[in-house]
């Protein structure tokens, strides 16, 4: 079991309910504990303010937490055994890490379930500061969830470039139980000026060595898992291949791909090609960090 404990973050907006579905089926699929949890950020009353301003806080308070008991609900109803609510007040991306972050030294959480802000092309480049930020900051896997969330993930999409953590993404991705997995490795070729022959030379040799590497992890893949696994090899910009994947199968729902590092600068920098798979993929996309 890859997600022992699963926090979904919601806003209560629509894309976010949709998260919560997605949640909700992981949290049944892995026996997960899950945790729903809302931030809202209200900005402090300055002293001497009158009652009422004060009161329409606490109304506002006592609604979120109704909604939070509400999702809880839904989510035991659905089956989820062991399922609490949590309400923080503060950023919301500050507190959604700070909740990731605070529990792991006691009991961590494997993945982080948030809502992307649609799938329009004008809203997958503004994917939204909390799902981003929430993305490069987490200390675990982050699933950022598009679609209606009703379906399970079943054709996935997996970007190598055969490093431990796209490894792990890849091993992860095979025991989620996918119906296909496809393989994609994307070879990059340096500018060279020393001419086109050195350049299709390199070409040449780089396209076999990712051939026997995509076969290796392939077999490997098939041993673990009944899915009907493909590889391919593409040379160009990573990130533009791998979203022109995408657009050239349109039945891909997921993609999982690994990210570098879990601390300090590294949790920064996600790393250009998966940020720029999560912003503008049209799929929903679990960004793999090993807990």
């Avoid at 973050?9 to 892995?30: G, H, N, Y």
């Avoid at 896997?141 to 490093?163: I, K, M, N």
């Avoid at 490894?167 to 060279?192: R, S």
């Avoid at 009944?226 to 891909?252: F, H, T």
Wanted: glycine share 6%; aromatic share 4%.
């Amino acid at each position: 079991m890859r997600f022992a404990r699963i926090l979904c973050a919601t806003d209560f907006s629509p894309c976010s309910q949709v998260a919560l579905k997605a949640a909700i089926r992981m949290s049944l699929r892995e026996s997960a504990e899950l945790v729903i949890l809302h931030a809202w950020d209200f900005p402090p009353i300055p002293e001497g303010e009158d009652a009422m301003q004060n009161g329409l806080v606490q109304t506002l308070e006592d609604d979120a937490q109704r909604r939070i008991d509400d999702a809880v609900r839904a989510a035991a109803s659905a089956g989820v055994s062991r399922v609490y609510g949590r309400l923080a007040n503060g950023r919301p991306w500050a507190e959604i890490v700070s909740a990731l972050d605070g529990a792991l030294e006691r009991n961590p959480f494997d993945l982080c379930v948030v809502g992307a802000q649609g799938r329009s092309a004008l809203s997958r480049f503004f994917l939204g500061s909390v799902a981003t930020t929430v993305t490069r900051h987490a200390p675990c896997s982050v699933l950022v969830v598009r679609g209606d969330g009703d379906a399970a993930f079943e054709r996935f999409l997996v970007p190598t470039d055969f490093s431990s953590h796209a490894t792990y993404a890849a091993d992860l991705a095979a025991d989620l139980k996918p119906a296909a997995l496809t393989l994609l490795h994307v070879t990059e070729v340096p500018v060279l000026h020393t001419g086109e022959v050195e350049l299709r030379e390199l070409a040449t040799m780089l396209d076999a060595r990712a051939a026997a590497e995509l076969d290796r992890l392939a077999t490997r893949l098939r041993a673990r898992s009944k899915a009907d696994i493909i590889a391919r090899a593409r040379v160009g910009y990573p990130g533009a291949q791998i979203l022109g994947a995408l657009d050239g199968d349109p039945s891909i729902d997921l993609v999982v791909m690994g990210s570098e590092g879990r601390t300090g600068i590294k949790r920064l920098l996600l790393g250009s090609v998966a940020e720029k798979v999560v912003r503008h993929a049209h799929c929903s996309v679990l960004v793999a960090r090993e807990v």
